[in-house]
């Protein structure tokens, strides 16, 4: 009788801490947003579902009480991405560990390294649903910028400005884009080029 009562509290200790799954892809690129759920029902409260993440690899871009969260890559590293669920029978606890890389490929001009512009990369800049801007790092105002777009129709567009500001959507996917850095005494080229799900996500 007493092995019976010790097998049950083992039962219902194990059934108040069952495992969950998370489901979602292991990689996620720096600026890319994915969607991570379960397949574990949580109770009829409204914090059923209590999403946690540790450092800021990873950012929530939706509720964190829900049984779907969707999470942007920040930071390039491994981190871990954890699930509570309360349900009637307990409290189901799940992790998922997730490896941020860094983004795509960048490119500088072999004349580049001649050149004194400190200037080595850019970064993309959500304007609306339908308008991206690019953005050197650490741009200086005496320079003059030149942006490239190279769409996957075929088309490309020029913009002339320190920022530059691009329509992107379905129709409208770009795959390359080239800023030259004009200085008094030279030149330098950097461009990046974007995967085939970088704008679904962006």
Same mark, same amino acid.
């Given at each position: 009788m007493k092995k019976l009562i010790l097998l049950l509290a083992m039962l219902n200790f194990s059934l108040a801490f069952s495992q969950c799954t998370i489901t979602g892809v292991d990689q996620v690129q720096v600026?890319?947003?994915?969607? !991570?759920?379960?397949?574990?029902?949580? *109770?009829?409260?409204?914090?059923? !579902?209590?999403?946690? !993440? %540790? /450092?800021?690899?990873?950012?929530?871009?939706?509720? %964190?009480?829900?049984?779907?969260?969707?999470?942007?890559?920040?930071?390039?590293? &491994?981190?871990?991405l954890s699930l509570e669920i309360k349900t009637a029978?307990?409290?189901?606890?799940? *992790?998922?560990?997730?490896?941020?890389?860094?983004?795509?490929?960048?490119?500088? /001009?072999?004349?580049?390294?001649?050149? *004194?512009?400190?200037?080595?990369?850019?970064?993309?800049?959500?304007?609306? /649903?339908t308008t991206v801007a690019f953005e050197a790092i650490a741009p200086v105002n005496s320079f003059n910028y030149q942006w490239t777009v190279h769409y996957r129709n075929g088309s490309k567009k020029v913009f002339n400005d320190k920022v530059g500001k691009f329509d992107f959507s379905n129709e409208k996917v770009i795959d390359l884009v080239e800023l030259n850095i004009? *200085?008094?005494?030279?030149?330098?080229?950097?461009? &990046?080029? !974007?995967?085939?799900?970088?704008w679904y996500f962006f």
């Open positions: 600026g890319e947003r994915q969607n !991570y759920t379960t397949d574990a029902s949580g *109770d009829s409260s409204p914090n059923a !579902y209590e999403w946690i !993440y %540790l /450092d800021q690899k990873i950012i929530p871009q939706s509720d %964190l009480n829900q049984n779907i969260l969707t999470v942007k890559g920040s930071v390039p590293g &491994k981190s871990v029978a307990g409290t189901s606890k799940c *992790d998922k560990s997730i490896e941020v890389i860094a983004p795509l490929s960048v490119a500088l /001009d072999t004349n580049a390294q001649k050149c *004194d512009i400190e200037i080595d990369a850019f970064k993309e800049v959500r304007v609306s /649903d004009i *200085d008094k005494k030279c030149t330098k080229k950097i461009s &990046k080029t !974007y995967n085939h799900n970088f």
